[in-house]
C-alpha cells in the first residue's frame, strides 16, 4: 500500500511539473488571446505589442496587475484605473499563474512584439540546410524539445517502476512455491 500512495505521490508532482512547463506562447493562447492580441489591435483588452514600450511599469506591477487588476483598482492605482475607464470597465479576470509562468508570458509578448523588427531585418536569400550546416541549430532550449525529453524521462521512470514491481512479484512468488514444494517434500 505505502508503494502505491508513494506512486501516486510521484504522478501528482509529475502532473504540477508538466503544468508548469508550459511555456508563454501556451499560456497566452489559452489565458490571455481571448481578450488580447499581440499587434493586431485591440480585441477586448489592450493590444499587448507596445507593452514594453515606454513602460513606466514595475515588473512587480505586471505581476499584481495579472494577477488581480481589480485589487489594483480598488487600491486607486492610477494607472490600473486609467486602464480600466480606457476599455469601458472591463473587467479582466483573476489569473492565477505563478510568477514563472507570468515570466514566460511577459517574454513571449516582448519577442512576438520584436518579432516584426526582427522580420524586416531578415536576410533576403533563403538560407539552404546542408550536411555542413545541419547541427548548428541549436534544439536544446526549445520548449517543445524539453518538453518531448520530460515525457521521454517520465515514461523511463514508470517502465523501470513496472520492472522492480514485477521482479519483487516474481521474487515473492518464486520463495512461496520453493516453500510449498518443501512442504510437499516431507
Not at 11 to 17: A, D, G, N, P, T
Amino acid at each position: 500500500m505505502k508503494f502505491f500512495k508513494l506512486l501516486l505521490l510521484f504522478f501528482l508532482s509529475i502532473s504540477s511539473l508538466l503544468t508548469y512547463s508550459q511555456n508563454g506562447a501556451e499560456i497566452f493562447k489559452t489565458k490571455c488571446a481571448s481578450c488580447h492580441s499581440i499587434g493586431k489591435g485591440i480585441v477586448v483588452g489592450p493590444d499587448l505589442k507596445d507593452l514594453f514600450k515606454d513602460m513606466d511599469m514595475s515588473e512587480e506591477w505586471l505581476h499584481n496587475f495579472i494577477r488581480s487588476s481589480q485589487s489594483l483598482i480598488k487600491s486607486g492605482d492610477m494607472h490600473a484605473m486609467e486602464m480600466y475607464e480606457k476599455f469601458n470597465r472591463t473587467v479582466m479576470p483573476d489569473q492565477q499563474l505563478s510568477d514563472t509562468e507570468i515570466n514566460s508570458v511577459l517574454a513571449y509578448i516582448k519577442s512576438e512584439s520584436l518579432g516584426e523588427a526582427k522580420t524586416a531585418t531578415a536576410p533576403s536569400s533563403p538560407v539552404y540546410i546542408t550536411p555542413e550546416n545541419i547541427n548548428q541549430a541549436d534544439d536544446s532550449t526549445n520548449p517543445h524539445t524539453l518538453f518531448n525529453y520530460l515525457w521521454i524521462a517520465l515514461v523511463v521512470i514508470f517502465l523501470l517502476i513496472i520492472i522492480a514491481v514485477l521482479a519483487h512479484v516474481i521474487k515473492t512468488l518464486s520463495a512461496a512455491l520453493k516453500d510449498e514444494y518443501k512442504k510437499n517434500k516431507k
